[in-house]
């Protein structure tokens, strides 16, 4: 009793966000690896979770996307088919424990900022898992600020290009104008926005809609030239098609397929240098798996391309 109260009264207030008091310890961590790959100061890869979704407007559940991919990543085959590695236990996974996302918008980005900021200054790549796509920002600025020529491949059905909504700079619909203010974006999969989208003068959004580029073809090398050395890369899982992410807020039909989503992805890897990406938008239904199993999916392949082409490159 004594001991148990003792304990409650050491518990800090607010979240402790160092990063060596949020590591999870023991293999409940993404992929199910060995504790041992999957510390802090081994893995290269550091999963940052964000089941924050505060501003939806639509489908909701968004804050259940973390666990819910952390579950599926169980199932996940460690061995990478395309190159015949597991680069998941070469490279190592740390997971940091979910942050707390009882705040607004604007303060769920600091906390994200200042868990990224450590992760990218030891070398690592952030994972951030959200959650809605208002949390990509904090991520995004911790990587700019160590790599200033940033830009951003953003795949997504829906641009964000609204400077405000709903009263708020943070939200879903606002994530890439905030994301430009301090980098130029190449958006593709992109089906709903608005009319008028200048962007930054300085700091172009070069879209590439759907309608017109939904084949694998020579308007990824385009897209991927458009980016500078330092890339980093959101993925709102509504940019692919619905029939791969179907358990999403709004699921648009006529996205991205799987291979070409991967194909950009790939192309991206081999050319530029991935510092970060994040998948967001995930928002599980209680009959089917596939939305969250198609992003653990995703993750290791991410995982596996920038292993295969950007960690080579040394540039960290
Ligand atoms: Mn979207």
């Not at 967001?280 to 391309?305: C, D, N, Y």
Request: proline share 4%.
């Amino acid at each position: 009793m004594k001991k148990k109260s003792s304990k409650r009264a050491a518990k800090p207030a607010k979240q402790d966000l160092g990063v060596a008091s949020l590591v999870v310890r023991g293999d409940d961590n993404y992929f199910a690896i060995d504790p041992k790959l999957a510390t802090f100061e081994r893995a290269r890869f550091v999963v940052i979770q964000a089941p924050f979704a505060a501003t939806v407007t639509y489908g909701g559940g968004a804050e259940k996307g973390p666990r819910a991919i952390w579950d599926a990543s169980q199932q996940v085959e460690l061995f990478d088919e395309m190159f015949g590695r597991e680069h998941i236990t070469e490279h190592g996974v740390c997971t940091l424990k979910a942050l707390n996302t009882k705040c607004d918008g604007a303060e769920i980005n600091r906390r994200i900022y200042e868990v990224a900021r450590q992760v990218v200054a030891a070398g690592k790549i952030p994972i951030l898992v959200g959650g809605e796509h208002t949390v990509s920002f904090g991520a995004v600025k911790a990587c700019w600020e160590k790599y200033p020529d940033l830009s951003c491949l953003h795949i997504d059905a829906h641009s964000d290009m609204r400077d405000e909504y709903h009263g708020s700079k943070f939200n879903h619909a606002t994530a890439a104008a905030r994301i430009n203010e301090l980098c130029s974006i190449v958006q593709a999969g992109i089906r709903s926005r608005e009319a008028y989208e200048p962007g930054h003068p300085d700091r172009p959004v070069h879209v590439y809609h759907a309608f017109q580029y939904r084949d694998s073809g020579t308007w990824q090398d385009e897209a991927v030239s458009r980016l500078s050395r330092n890339v980093y890369l959101t993925v709102d899982v509504d940019g692919f098609d619905p029939s791969v992410f179907p358990a999403t807020g709004t699921p648009e039909p006529g996205g991205l397929s799987w291979y070409t989503g991967l194909d950009l992805i790939e192309r991206a890897c081999k050319t530029r240098n991935i510092v970060g990406f994040d998948i967001v938008e995930v928002a599980p239904v209680k009959e089917s798996h596939q939305t969250e199993f198609a992003a653990a999916r995703l993750m290791s392949r991410i995982i596996a391309f920038v292993s295969q082409y950007c960690l080579s490159k040394n540039t960290l």
